[in-house]
């Protein structure tokens, strides 16, 4: 009796396979994919559908749910396309600007490319005009401190956006080292030697007092994910330079007529 017992426990666990196989069964499979309900959402994992396919069965960040079919709308193995996110402008109450350029001259100019740096504070009016003070420094025969009152427009609201803006004020001198040759030095025959030229006789210097200036410009700004602008800008820039002679009534007034190419940051 032992022994027909066990022939045919062997035999089953042999024909066990051919059994399942011919029932027509598989285990269910596991793909991996994206998976889109109908709420919105979107998941990323393992899923497999039931034997009967009203169940679907969901693996992703660890979890494992089950769901109704019903509930999903589609699956796939391609993802979501990832559109980048609309830039959102927003208007500053107080824009503060700071530029740094160059005041580039003909090849007559002295000097040519004059290094200028300004800064200034702006209070918002309407909808991209804004109006503020500024104030910096700028280099040509010496140094100068610029005052000025400054007007601002930016059109649009874009990520890039246009804009025109006008710088006007006062050159106030810090400090100058303007020369003209002295018309009343006369040079012996033996002014060729080199060292004659820099005989402090030749030249006198000139009291400078500053002047007028205006600079309008157009440009650009890009503004950037981390609540800064950037601006590039070109203009032109006129300004007038006064001197005076400390021992008499000379005066000179010096005309600069110029391009001006500024990178700016705006906070």
Same mark, same amino acid.
């Given at each position: 009796?032992?022994?027909?017992?066990?022939?045919?426990?062997?035999?089953?666990?042999? +024909?066990?396979?051919?059994?399942?196989?011919?029932?027509? #069964?598989?285990?269910?499979?596991? %793909?991996?994919?994206?998976?889109?309900?109908?709420?919105?959402?979107?998941?990323?994992?393992?899923?497999?559908?039931?034997?009967?396919?009203?169940?679907?069965?969901?693996?992703?960040?660890?979890?494992?749910?089950?769901?109704?079919?019903?509930?999903?709308?589609?699956?796939?193995?391609?993802?979501?396309?990832?559109?980048? /996110?609309?830039?959102?402008?927003?208007?500053?109450?107080?824009?503060?600007? %700071? /530029?740094?350029?160059?005041?580039?001259?003909?090849?007559?100019?002295?000097?040519?490319?004059?290094?200028?740096?300004?800064?200034?504070?702006?209070?918002?009016?309407?909808? =991209?005009?804004?109006?503020?003070?500024?104030?910096?420094?700028?280099?040509?025969?010496?140094?100068?401190?610029?005052? %000025?009152?400054?007007?601002?427009?930016?059109?649009?609201?874009?990520?890039?956006?246009?804009?025109?803006?006008?710088?006007?004020?006062?050159?106030?001198? +810090? /400090?100058?080292?303007?020369?003209?040759?002295?018309?009343?030095?006369?040079?012996?025959?033996?002014?060729?030697?080199?060292?004659?030229?820099?005989?402090?006789?030749?030249?006198?210097?000139?009291?400078?007092?500053? =002047?007028?200036?205006?600079?309008?410009?157009?440009?650009?700004?890009?503004? %950037?994910?981390?609540?800064?602008?950037?601006? +590039?800008?070109?203009?032109?820039? #006129?300004?007038?330079?006064?001197?005076?002679?400390?021992?008499?009534?000379?005066?000179?007034?010096?005309?600069?007529?110029?391009?001006? +190419?500024?990178?700016?940051?705006?906070?």
């Amino acid at each position: 009796m032992k022994h027909v017992i066990l022939i045919n426990l062997l035999v089953w666990i042999c +024909l066990s396979p051919v059994l399942a196989q011919g029932s027509g #069964y598989r285990p269910p499979k596991a %793909t991996k994919g994206y998976i889109y309900l109908k709420d919105g959402t979107v998941l990323k994992g393992k899923y497999h559908y039931s034997p009967d396919f009203e169940k679907i069965r969901v693996t992703a960040n660890g979890e494992s749910r089950v769901y109704n079919a019903s509930e999903v709308e589609k699956t796939g193995s391609k993802g979501p396309l990832m559109s980048k /996110e609309e830039f959102v402008y927003s208007p500053r109450k107080f824009t503060s600007i %700071t /530029e740094a350029g160059l005041l580039i001259g003909g090849p007559d100019s002295n000097p040519k490319t004059p290094f200028v740096l300004s800064t200034s504070l702006n209070y918002t009016l309407t909808d =991209g005009l804004s109006a503020g003070i500024g104030t910096g420094v700028e280099f040509y025969h010496g140094t100068y401190l610029p005052v %000025t009152a400054n007007i601002h427009y930016r059109l649009g609201t874009k990520r890039i956006s246009p804009f025109a803006s006008v710088q006007a004020g006062y050159l106030i001198v +810090l /400090e100058s080292n303007y020369y003209q040759p002295n018309n009343f030095y006369y040079t012996s025959i033996s002014s060729y030697y080199p060292y004659d030229i820099y005989n402090p006789n030749r030249y006198e210097k000139l009291d400078a007092q500053g =002047g007028f200036m205006i600079n309008p410009s157009v440009g650009v700004i890009i503004e %950037t994910d981390y609540d800064f602008g950037i601006s +590039l800008s070109v203009g032109y820039r #006129y300004h007038r330079l006064k001197y005076s002679h400390e021992k008499n009534d000379y005066k000179l007034n010096v005309d600069y007529n110029r391009l001006s +190419l500024k990178l700016g940051i705006i906070f």
